[in-house]
């Protein structure tokens, strides 16, 4: 790694809570109104509706590129017909989206983005309206963001990093990632030699093979590693 001189933040589960609630009752409201001769439980709904979310989201590039609001939608629709539920699907994702916008600010938020004086790129799969309003709702001091929307793709498609890089006019070797999401924040940023620290809130266990990736467990840890980045 070079000198560091930017940081890439994820957003959602990393400077704000996860939607992990309102997923986990949409779920129970698609089991609960499935057809009879379907009787899954709300984790198999969520494994499905899951699946189906990143298969849309994994398509979605450049000219075929879809915002996240309007994937959601489809996914859970799919999902309500696989398990014959007649529930409408924007009605269960409305709490959803509320939350995007005024979601809950982890504890330790505030106290890194003080004590942080590197510039601060936001990078998140979210569509840029809820993000800005998020942002906006707790007043925070995040201006540089780079969304799905803007790069056209989701995480970990390159893109999306490369705009953010970019934005901030630094080398990947310059700049360190910062999230919460293995598939997404991790593996994405680390295929481009972008060095990263997963925020690992809620103790998963780490994977055997993630040998070269700093762990910690919230945001305020992170600051004592960029702090020897720096050196």
């Not at 439980?41 to 979310?53: I, P, Y």
Request: proline residues 6%; glycine residues 6%; aromatic residues 6%.
């Amino acid at each position: 790694m070079g000198v560091l001189n930017g940081i890439l933040l994820d957003f959602y589960g990393t400077v704000v809570a996860e939607d992990d609630h309102t997923i986990d009752i949409v779920c129970e409201q698609v089991r609960l109104t499935a057809a009879g001769r379907f009787d899954p439980t709300a984790a198999q709904v969520g494994a499905f509706w899951r699946h189906v979310f990143q298969e849309e989201t994994g398509r979605s590039v450049a000219e075929a590129f879809r915002t996240q609001r309007d994937i959601t939608l489809s996914s859970l629709a799919r999902t309500l017909r696989r398990f014959g539920s007649t529930a409408d699907p924007y009605e269960l994702c409305t709490p959803q989206f509320d939350l995007w916008r005024q979601p809950m600010l982890c504890a330790d938020t505030r106290a890194f983005l003080d004590a942080v004086d590197l510039p601060v790129c936001v990078v998140s799969n979210i569509d840029r309206a809820d993000l800005r309003a998020a942002i906006d709702h707790h007043r925070l001091p995040l201006d540089l963001l780079v969304t799905s929307e803007d790069a056209r793709c989701y995480k970990p498609h390159p893109a999306i990093f490369q705009s953010a890089t970019r934005l901030l006019g630094l080398p990947a070797d310059a700049v360190l990632h910062i999230g919460d999401s293995l598939t997404s924040d991790v593996a994405g940023a680390h295929a481009l030699g972008i060095p990263t620290i997963w925020v690992n809130r809620s103790g998963r266990p780490r994977p055997a093979d993630l040998t070269s990736i700093a762990e910690v467990a919230d945001l305020t840890g992170a600051l004592p590693l960029l702090r020897r980045a720096r050196r």
